[in-house]
């Protein structure tokens, strides 16, 4: 079975597309969504309305998505907290009311057997959504020792929008990239493919040119009403995340 792995979308429904037309090519069987789908980007309900058409496997909720949620509960104490919640707000009334619903109720991970295979899928870790696995020895110790006691021979992940195969305490774990803007240095949309055969388990990794100047301009146009956006161009241009990002945007009034 081969299984393409689609993580940090961020609601770019361009590089999104972009994406599934080059995987169209190769072969697949199923999709797999490791979160931060619709959060952090002008196209949530496209976004999300292209993902559903694919009838994925696997539908992980990640940390930005779940800023949607509850939004009457938050008290906004900064500045930065307030660009935070404008864009969320902005989010939540693009999606329908199914398409809320849906992603309130994905997993942060799930566990599952494909092709005889334990794995284990999940955004940040199978413990948090906001946790990064990273190569062994960057991991903090307690996060290590959990992936210890896993029983999954597989943990996919996504969150640090940094494509990687490695390991972390014995455990074999693969992260795709991000597909909205990346934080490796290559400003390519990037996905994997899984293709579990019957003695062993190999990824291809990829990546795919897109109009990003377009995407850019779109977003420049809106940063009056969206101020933290100009993150996005800035990944978008160099394809690692803006220095001191809250502190940038904390000054500004």
């Known amino acids: 079975?081969?299984?393409?792995?689609?993580?940090?979308?961020?609601?770019?429904?361009?590089?999104?597309?972009?994406?599934?037309?080059?995987?169209q090519h190769r072969?697949?069987?199923?999709?797999?969504?490791?979160?931060?789908?619709?959060?952090?980007?002008l196209y949530p309900r496209e976004t999300l309305e292209r993902l559903e058409t694919l009838d994925p496997l696997v539908f992980i909720k990640g940390n930005t998505d779940a800023n949607i949620e509850d939004l009457t509960d938050i008290v906004v104490t900064s500045t930065?907290?307030?660009?935070?919640?404008?864009?969320?707000?902005?989010?939540?009334?693009?999606?329908?009311?199914?398409?809320?619903?849906?992603?309130?109720?994905?997993?942060i991970a799930l566990e599952t057997i494909i092709e005889k295979r334990r794995m284990?899928?999940?955004?940040?870790?199978?413990?948090?959504?906001?946790?990064?696995?990273?190569?062994d020895g960057e991991c903090a110790g307690e996060l290590a020792e959990k992936i210890a006691r896993e029983r999954a021979e597989l943990i996919l992940c996504g969150h640090t929008h940094i494509p990687g195969d490695f390991v972390v305490s014995d455990h074999r774990v693969i992260n795709p990239g991000g597909i909205g803007y990346s934080f490796n240095g290559d400003t390519r949309a990037h996905y994997a493919i899984l293709d579990i055969q019957e003695k062993h388990i190999e990824v291809e990794?990829?990546?795919?040119v897109w109009d990003t100047h377009r995407y850019q301009r779109e977003l420049s146009q809106v940063l009056n009403q969206f101020p933290l956006f100009e993150s996005i161009i800035y990944a978008l241009s160099n394809g690692k995340p803006m220095n001191n990002f809250r502190k940038r945007f904390s000054r500004k009034t």
């Open 27 to 41: 072969s697949l069987d199923r999709y797999a969504v490791l979160g931060d789908i619709i959060y952090f980007g």
């Open 80 to 107: 930065f907290e307030s660009y935070l919640f404008d864009v969320a707000t902005f989010t939540y009334q693009a999606l329908s009311e199914d398409q809320r619903q849906r992603i309130q109720r994905s997993p």
């Open 205 to 208: 990794f990829h990546q795919v």
């Open 120 to 135: 284990l899928f999940c955004h940040g870790s199978p413990y948090s959504f906001t946790d990064s696995l990273l190569p």
């Open 1 to 23: 079975m081969r299984i393409a792995l689609l993580s940090d979308i961020h609601a770019n429904i361009y590089a999104l597309e972009a994406v599934l037309l080059d995987a």
